[in-house]
């Protein structure tokens, strides 16, 4: 069975562009999370979401916005870019939303933004 | 929000054994264990439930401390695959949705 896939898997933006990170879940699973990881750092939770609704959202500002299609599938949107968005930007996959019996996490390989 | 994990980085040698602490100052749903290895994606090893029950690998264990929202996670004869950092992953529910809060990481190195 195919892992959780994520594209593009590298990319360089300037400072005020907007991007969009897309990400596949595993089959079968409706949960998708996203994070961010700085070098160095754990990953830091942005969103997620359940059955195409937002089910939690972390301290990240309204730039960052996401949303989840009918096959589970979602999308990451970040706009007016910064420099201190270059990270790792990691989407993971799980059967169920957190707070009930969560279970595990499967993550991608990530997309890597660079700003410049 | 973010636990806070100890000792920030430890290095072993082949065969001994490590304790990975994880600490939270809120009330905890489950406390989630990841391994990360440089380049790669974090990989699933442990999660525990508020009220006792534990999922998880065969040869590393893990403790769930509910009074004081506090883990450990132990790694007992540690092999040269045990290298990477190990992330605690915190679940909270909040009015406002839930969360899976990740700590700061332990570097952990393995050597022969």
């Known amino acids: 069975d195919a892992g959780v896939t994520q594209s593009p898997t590298h990319l360089i933006k300037t400072r005020g562009q907007h991007v969009t990170l897309r990400c596949s879940p595993i089959s079968g699973h409706k949960s998708v999370s996203w994070y961010q990881q700085v070098l160095g750092q754990g990953p830091q939770f942005i969103f997620q979401?359940?059955?195409?609704?937002?089910?939690g959202r972390g301290n990240f500002p309204d730039r960052f916005s996401a949303r989840q299609f009918p096959n589970y599938s979602s999308e990451l949107n970040v706009n007016a870019l910064l420099l201190g968005d270059s990270a790792l930007y990691l989407c993971a996959s799980s059967k169920k939303t957190f707070g009930i019996n969560t279970g595990e996490l499967f993550f991608g390989e990530g997309s890597r933004l660079t700003v410049l | 929000q973010q636990p806070v994990q100890s000792p920030q980085a430890v290095i072993l040698r082949e065969g001994e054994d490590a304790v990975i602490n994880c600490s939270s100052s809120?009330?905890?749903?489950?406390v989630h264990w990841y391994r990360q290895k440089h380049g790669e994606a974090p990989v699933f090893l442990m999660i525990?439930?508020?009220?006792?029950e534990q999922k998880g690998h065969e040869k590393i264990s893990a403790s769930f401390n509910e009074k004081k929202q506090q883990s450990s996670l132990y790694l007992t004869a540690s092999q040269l695959s045990y290298s990477g950092t190990y992330f605690c992953?915190?679940?909270?529910?909040?009015?406002?949705?839930?969360?899976?809060?990740f700590g700061t990481g332990t570097q952990l190195k393995v050597e022969l």
């Open positions: 525990l439930l508020k009220g006792g």
């Open positions: 809120k009330a905890l749903y489950s």
């Open positions: 979401y359940y059955e195409k609704e937002e089910r």
């Open positions: 992953g915190t679940e909270i529910l909040t009015g406002g949705g839930n969360k899976l809060t």
